[in-house]
């Protein structure tokens, strides 16, 4: 076990954590106040430096997977140059005059916008001057790469106005995904718009929607606010959010808009209302020519399949124009502090589950129900564009929940070292079951508390044993002793008693205890048990005689005391040296009685009891009575029974 819980445990033993009782008043709870404090911090603090991002961002992935398709976006349509198109033409890159026919056509349909996610820095003959034409058109908006590099940057066509020109630079996630929107950016002399903003906004020109920045420095397009991605939104964790950013807000790959080929376009099989007064964008999705990018959606049976950049610009597009237009499509997080707050709750609910529930298929089913219903509503949530932490939180419920119920099994097994250390190791499997039940009531600071019990007591002795021991070695005394005691620790726990302590020769036993016996028949069943139990060792006891005296061993008699009354019982010494202590007068009864009269022994084991234990019997036993006796150092006469046996049916 990890030497953590042990300190733990010996340091709440030793009361080191009292000072805690000052600020959580529970000394109960305080041990799992502290594993709710240091796995919640330590949860934090790796969360703080990206630990679990990669995790957080798996879980992104999933959600917008598991979301429903809102379906195409009838305000775009997407002209593609597929593996079959660039066959046809039988040329890669295409002509500037295949290209500049293919703008041509379309603008011929009166777009709101053309949008050509294709580099067009080279001229690629023939056709250049058509192209250079068609690219004066006001509605087109070719692109510009921007890189972090000013030595990578790559020029647009020459002679457009700024205003029409767009980046098509994707900010790329470390684990090579495209999660967000960089809808511009500055370099300190002049600031960049992308490709999917000059298009939405161009839209707006025409629909007369206005927007500006913010005192902030953000978007404010109509009465919509496009807040700005932080470093630590939802679960990123100190990324780099330079620019003006945005979560993605993906629709499905396959379903972002109405899709037509570049041959299809050429040919003039494009239906004019899939383009009048829409948002065209023009771009590659053959494999071959490498601009694909990996999305939440890439993760499939198959493998990871990539996305073509201009269906990522589409949907960016698409994003803002639902944003202002439909009322949807833009994400928003929580505070730091709410987020801190929420895994720290659940890291709490994980923690109070463990220390409640003893059963580890109980808690298993509830903690598992319980990630079940963090996962729901962080999914809810997500369907209402909000981004929350999932796996911190989840981590934190079952973490701590680990740590508990291992805390609670270390804490457990000293307790039973305790017990069993006290008991004497003495105890029966329905005694054992019954403490460990009842052991948060019983235990207390290590130790048992003393309570007040009516238990049945059994004394034993043996006749004569300073005559035996006198004639014998010690080794062989001690080995022949150890072979009675054996027999009678072995009756006694079949019989569910609790051996107290070997005397020597002879041995305390109790019936009753540690949990108190409450009820009337409680309590004669163990003085029954315990009546049991002292015919059971004397009808082992001339079976081992025979073998005694088979080895040249002496045999022997016995004598058992047995008296059912009130006794107090708990923990008996110091932090030195413990034992389970039984004190009371009974005890003191059940000694006499088996001493009493020690010239009156006809058989080789003797069991005397007193009126007080035979009111319990029911009449199941054979008895005699040998009337009231005295016995030593009382002033009282007790009625003495001798036990004969079981009755017969």
Not at 404 to 431: D, H, N
Not at 584 to 597: P, T
Request: charged share 20%.
């Amino acid at each position: 076990m990890p030497k953590f819980f042990k300190r733990i445990s010996h340091r709440l033993g030793e009361g080191r954590w009292k000072n805690l009782t000052y600020f959580f008043p529970y000394p109960d709870l305080q041990p799992l106040a502290i594993i709710w404090i240091v796995v919640t911090g330590a949860l934090l603090g790796v969360r703080h430096l990206g630990g679990l991002q990669p995790l957080e961002l798996n879980a992104f992935d999933l959600m917008v997977q598991l979301r429903p398709d809102p379906g195409p976006d009838r305000r775009l349509l997407i002209v593609t140059i597929t593996e079959q198109d660039i066959d046809t033409i039988e040329k890669w890159p295409i002509s500037d005059r295949t290209l500049a026919k293919a703008i041509a056509e379309i603008a011929r349909l009166e777009p709101t916008a053309i949008g050509l996610d294709m580099l067009r820095t080279t001229p690629y003959e023939p056709g250049n001057a058509e192209l250079a034409t068609q690219l004066k058109n006001p509605k087109v908006f070719p692109i510009t790469f921007i890189s972090d590099s000013e030595y990578d940057r790559v020029q647009p066509p020459p002679n457009i106005p700024d205003k029409r020109v767009g980046f098509n630079d994707l900010v790329v996630d470390p684990d090579r995904i495209v999660r967000r929107n960089l809808m511009s950016v500055s370099d300190g002399k002049k600031t960049f718009y992308s490709l999917s903003t000059r298009l939405a906004f161009a839209y707006f020109d025409r629909n007369k929607i206005n927007y500006k920045a913010t005192e902030k420095n953000e978007f404010l397009v109509d009465k919509t606010v496009f807040s700005k991605l932080q470093s630590n939104s939802g679960g990123y964790q100190n990324i780099d959010a330079q620019g003006y950013q945005i979560l993605l807000n993906y629709r499905s790959p396959k379903n972002i808009a109405e899709t037509v080929t570049l041959t299809q376009v050429l040919e003039g099989k494009v239906d004019p209302k899939w383009v009048k007064n829409k948002i065209v964008l023009i771009g590659v999705t053959a494999r071959t020519v490498k601009d694909i990018f990996f999305t939440p959606y890439s993760a499939t049976k198959n493998g990871n399949i990539p996305t073509p950049g201009v269906l990522i610009h589409a949907t960016a597009t698409s994003q803002i124009l639902s944003a202002v237009l439909d009322g949807k499509g833009l994400f928003w997080y929580w505070e730091e502090w709410q987020e801190i707050l929420w895994i720290a709750v659940w890291s709490a609910v994980g923690g109070c589950l463990a220390w409640r529930l003893e059963k580890s298929l109980n808690l298993i089913a509830i903690a598992l129900a319980a990630c079940g219903s963090l996962f729901g509503f962080t999914f809810f949530l997500f369907m209402q564009q909000g981004w929350i932490p999932l796996i911190t939180p989840a981590l934190g419920l079952l973490i701590t929940a680990g740590v508990a119920v291992t805390y609670k099994y270390e804490q457990s097994r000293q307790q039973q070292g305790i017990v069993m250390k006290l008991l004497g190791q003495q105890t029966s499997p329905a005694i054992a079951n019954a403490l460990w039940k009842e052991r948060v009531h019983l235990l207390e600071s290590g130790l048992l508390p003393g309570q007040k019990v009516t238990a049945t007591i059994i004394l034993t002795d043996l006749q004569g044993f300073s005559t035996i021991s006198e004639k014998l070695a010690p080794e062989v005394v001690m080995s022949w002793l150890n072979e009675y005691l054996s027999a009678m620790a072995q009756e006694v726990q079949a019989h569910q008693g609790v051996i107290n302590k070997f005397t020597g020769d002879g041995m305390l036993a109790v019936f009753g205890v540690p949990i108190p016996r409450t009820t009337a028949e409680e309590i004669a069943e163990d003085a029954r048990l315990a009546v049991s139990c002292a015919l059971a060792i004397s009808s082992r006891l001339p079976q081992m005689n025979q073998n005694w005296l088979d080895r040249g061993l002496p045999s022997a008699k016995m004598r058992v005391g047995i008296f059912t009354g009130p006794v107090m019982v708990g923990s008996l010494g110091g932090t030195t040296r413990l034992e389970y202590g039984v004190i009371g007068d009974s005890v003191n009864i059940a000694s006499r009685l088996e001493s009493c009269a020690k010239d009156r022994q006809e058989d080789t084991c003797r069991i005397l009891i007193a009126e007080e234990t035979l009111l319990h019997l029911a009449d199941k036993f054979d008895v005699e009575s040998w009337g009231p006796l005295p016995l030593k150092g009382r002033e009282q006469k007790v009625n003495v029974y001798r036990v004969l046996g079981m009755k017969k049916k």
